[in-house]
């Protein structure tokens, strides 16, 4: 029981370190979460629900493009499209700024990556109990895996130095592998440690 609690620990807070290729998400899209908020807020005429994806310190900036959005969307439906692009194209930015992360432009719209897609689900569901099944299956292999191939090169580590140094190599991999997934299950979450956003 013990060890299946320390994997779901594990797997919930270490995803981030078994992905192979960097972990994208979806708030620089055109049907991210912060572009979908922006769209609510200027169908309503009110700022509000863009607030929450702006530290407070960027807020007067989001107010201030708000309001030049709204008046210039008034001229015509190309003036519409092209504020509500620079609002759009503005609070991304600053979002990213709050978060750290580099702002590389407004993404299309596209198909979401499965795993973000599944964390969205989770969230309007209310349960993590399909991303705590998938990512315990996940980091169970991940560690299996690399500890077998670790072994592997252990077994022949003394033939040459360049064996040697092939072990040496899986072995830190690994310790570091499971070193991070042990801190990030027992730290706070900071959501944008690999800039994933």
Not at 58 to 78: D, G
Not at 136 to 151: C, D, H, I, P
Not at 160 to 184: M, Q
Request: contains cysteine; charged residues 25%; aromatic residues 6%.
């Amino acid at each position: 029981m013990k060890n299946t609690k320390l994997i779901t620990l594990l797997s919930l807070g270490g995803i981030l370190f078994l992905v192979p290729r960097p972990a994208r998400a979806h708030c620089d899209t055109l049907n991210g979460p912060v572009v979908l908020a922006a769209q609510e807020a200027l169908a309503k005429g009110q700022v509000a629900p863009v607030l929450k994806w702006v530290k407070s310190g960027q807020e007067a900036e989001i107010r201030a493009a708000f309001a030049k959005t709204l008046k210039v969307r008034t001229q015509s439906p190309e003036a519409a499209d092209l504020a509500d692009l620079y609002f759009f194209e503005t609070l991304v930015r600053v979002h990213r700024q709050g978060e750290g992360a580099p702002y590389t432009g407004l993404k299309p719209a596209e198909a979401l990556d499965p795993a973000l897609a599944a964390a969205d689900r989770a969230i309007e569901h209310g349960t993590a109990d399909p991303l705590v099944t998938d990512l315990t299956a996940r980091l169970q292999n991940t560690l299996r895996t690399r500890l077998q191939e670790l072994l592997e090169r252990r077994k022949h580590s003394n033939d040459s130095v360049a064996a040697g140094r092939e072990y040496v190599e899986a072995y830190v991999t690994f310790i570091h592998l499971y070193e991070r997934l042990a801190t990030e299950a027992e730290g706070p979450a900071d959501p944008h440690a690999a800039h994933i956003h």
